[in-house]
């Protein structure tokens, strides 16, 4: 039988943002896959070349839309590294718990995107609700829903208002009620486990080959956390577990960000019990001097890293971003060849494509 | 491919048992939001307005009153929006004052956070669609908007040398970057007493006469508990003699 290649996208329900999958199948088989990105490039790493340090930071939100915080904080520590500058202690504990706040509306915003993905729409309402909650926690701490610049060069913007810890411990304790509720809904339903497992098998020295990382190839049952294996910030102060799973399946992927989730919650209990009263901003210089450094952090979808060159002036001289999906989205053929078409978005839905960020 | 899976509910529950608690959860979370007593999660937008923080990030604002034209917030602007226009103050006669241009503006609030007096506000102002590009552009008489506590960015910084001590207030003298004249180049011209938007430089005699005019020779001075760290004296300069020195 003659083998033909499909676009799947860049307009198509299945590709979350501008994108498209050019997939060359043989009769229901998938034989060959090429991801296409490029619709979204908007030049972010050039246009950071004439801002100064100070500007990028509401710029460095616009990368992710499901996850600003952690770029803007991976930013801010990238230029903190250059100048050497200490953050106070209070600082660092409200990025930490700011950033896992962020991890769950993201991982939520992800849950709710697999749900429209596999044909249900309770799936896409109920994780929609629960990020609301979440937003709202960043609304009233920074003014903003989704881009909140938030973190600043040498600490955060304010202190944490007003009764909001309260705020979010309620939230937190309603949120975890509301996960088991999510696990009923998808791990109990043969409808999605049916779609999810045993498809996208990836092993984990492949997914290391490939370069992936973050939840995709923590999946993949590799055990890696750079919060845990290169601690920033204040996770080396935190208990918490990596999650992983055995099953290297699409289920596998979802099963450790749910688990995340959980962790996540545990990990801003810890921050609020450990944080104490104190500064939170530390006046940072407007001139950088010249000299390279880079940052990485664990971002909700996978390694984030910028790489800092400074000549000395008050703009950097180049900023480069690796973007965790454009990595994993190119190795994505790998775990596609061999599958169904219809279980296609089963698993690209797994590597929980923001396009933002993949093509800057 | 159910059957590979090692699930041991896969061999006690075929496919219908494995759809109850799935259909329980959604049948419970439709009673639960229609019940009198739980509202939903929804509102009826136009008609009804969601309630929002007073800190909410919407369109800038301007309390003119307070203003002194002293474009550091169109020097931090990520998207260059803001510009400064001539408007007729009833005091002070022609000023310069803010216009931003809201279709371009992010709302970062960034101008609110550098304005030394709180002239810049970010209001909770977020229904800004109409049906020309013009109606975007606010000019300063547009922006007003009524002040209310909560609307202007206050912060408190440390610095760097002092990570120990009490942190400093927005403003305050510890964090003030200060002007630093370099006297063998400066050439009297006095743009930089001409230009300050607080009245912070004076030229001063020095004492030296010039040999050729036989003018005086006079020097700016600067007072540090007026200027408000703009940077308008140095780009002004044009013997590049200012520069600002950066509280450490």
């Known amino acids: 039988m003659t083998e033909m290649w499909v676009n799947m996208g860049p307009q198509h329900p299945m590709t979350h943002g501008l994108w498209s999958l050019r997939v060359k199948i043989n009769g229901e088989i998938i034989t060959d896959a090429e991801p296409m990105i490029g619709y979204l490039h908007r030049g972010w790493e050039k246009m950071m070349e004439n801002r100064d340090y100070h500007q990028i930071v509401p710029l460095a939100d616009r990368l992710c839309y499901a996850s600003s915080l952690s770029w803007s904080h991976l930013y801010c520590k990238t230029v903190e590294d250059l100048l050497e500058l200490e953050v106070p202690e209070r600082a660092q504990w409200i990025r930490t718990l700011t950033l896992e706040i962020q991890r769950i509306a993201s991982h939520l915003m992800w849950l709710a995107a697999i749900g429209t993905d596999l044909g249900s729409y309770t799936m896409f309402l109920l994780p929609m609700r629960e990020r609301e909650m979440f937003l709202d926690l960043m609304t009233d701490l920074s003014g903003s829903r989704m881009t909140t610049n938030y973190p600043r060069i040498g600490g955060v913007r304010n202190d944490l208002p007003p009764n909001w810890e309260r705020d979010t411990l309620r939230v937190l304790n309603l949120f975890e009620k509301r996960l088991r509720e999510f696990e009923a809904l998808f791990d109990e339903c043969s409808a999605f486990l049916m779609r999810t497992k045993g498809v996208g098998k990836l092993s984990g020295p492949e997914a290391i080959n490939l370069g992936m990382t973050g939840p995709f190839m923590r999946g993949c049952n590799v055990d890696f956390d750079l919060r845990r294996d290169d601690p920033y910030e204040k996770y080396s102060e935190v208990d918490f577990r990596v999650c992983t799973h055995p099953d290297c399946d699409s289920y596998a992927r979802y099963r450790v960000r749910i688990d995340e989730m959980y962790e996540s919650c545990n990990i801003i209990r810890q921050c609020f019990q450990k944080m104490k009263q104190g500064p939170v901003r530390v006046k940072s210089p407007k001139a950088v001097p010249a000299g390279r450094a880079f940052a990485h952090v664990e971002d909700p979808r996978g390694e984030g890293l910028m790489y800092l060159i400074s000549d000395g002036s008050d703009k950097p001289y180049r900023l480069k971003v690796r973007s965790p999906i454009f990595v994993i989205v190119s190795g994505m053929p790998a775990a596609l060849i061999g599958e169904k078409v219809a279980d296609i978005p089963a698993i690209m839905g797994m590597a929980d494509m923001c396009l933002g960020e993949t093509d800057r | ?248």
Not at chain 2, 130 to 137: A, E, G, K, N, Q
Request: charged share 30%; aromatic share 4%; with cysteine.
């Open chain 2, 1 to 248: 491919m159910v059957e590979s899976s090692n699930n041991p509910r896969d061999k006690k529950l075929r496919a219908t048992g494995y759809m109850l608690k799935p259909l329980w959860v959604t049948l419970r979370t439709m009673v639960r939001v229609s019940l009198p007593g739980h509202r939903p999660r929804t509102i009826m937008y136009p008609w009804e307005k969601s309630i929002i923080p007073d800190c909410f990030r919407g369109r800038p604002g301007i309390i003119l009153d307070k203003c002194i034209a002293c474009q550091k917030c169109v020097k931090v602007c990520p998207t260059t929006c803001i510009k400064m226009v001539q408007i007729e103050h009833e005091t002070l006669g022609k000023v310069k004052r803010p216009e931003v241009n809201v279709g371009r503006c992010m709302m970062c609030g960034n101008c609110a956070e550098v304005c030394p007096t709180n002239a810049m506000i970010v209001t909770p102002e977020f229904e800004l669609a109409s049906y020309t590009r013009d109606d975007l552009i606010y000019d300063p008489i547009k922006l007003q908007h009524p002040w209310k506590a909560g609307y202007e960015i206050n912060y408190e910084e440390q610095l760097p040398s002092n990570m120990k001590g009490p942190a400093a207030k927005k403003g305050s003298m510890e964090l003030k970057d200060t002007v630093c004249l370099e006297a063998k180049k400066c050439i009297s011209c006095s743009r930089c007493e001409k230009t300050c938007p607080t009245g912070a430089v004076k030229m001063t005699d020095t004492g030296e006469v010039n040999e050729k005019t036989k003018k005086p020779i006079k020097r700016p001075v600067f007072d540090d508990t007026k200027c408000v760290s703009c940077e308008m004296c140095v780009d002004v300069c044009p013997k590049d003699c200012l520069t600002m020195k950066e509280a450490q």
